[in-house]
């Protein structure tokens, strides 16, 4: 995890993670764990990169849940590729 990654763990771990909502604004303490200290099963990963990081972030989440890499990569990046509303820059 580069530095700037860690002092954003490190707000999030102080001051939570703020949703602001029309229908009423939380915040939520989330669990927070660094690429490759993923150790017990979680309802809900969410997810947060730049474009340019996408394909790196989905390797690693793809070999934490299932180990090594294999062809569902390709077909789970052509699904991403595809969404609607993704434009590639």
Known sequence: MSGRRR???QT?????LHILSP???VTLQPALVEA???TS??????L????????????ELH?????ELDDRRTERLARVDAAPGQRRF
Do not use: E, P, T
């Open 7 to 9: 002092q954003r763990a």
């Open 12 to 16: 999030l771990r102080q001051n939570g």
């Open 63 to 67: 070999q934490l849940c299932y180990g």
């Open 41 to 46: 099963h979680y309802d809900l990963i969410l």
């Open 36 to 38: 490759g200290s993923l």
């Open 48 to 59: 947060s990169v730049k474009a340019f990081s996408l394909a790196a972030a989905m390797d």
């Open 23 to 25: 229908s009423g604004n």
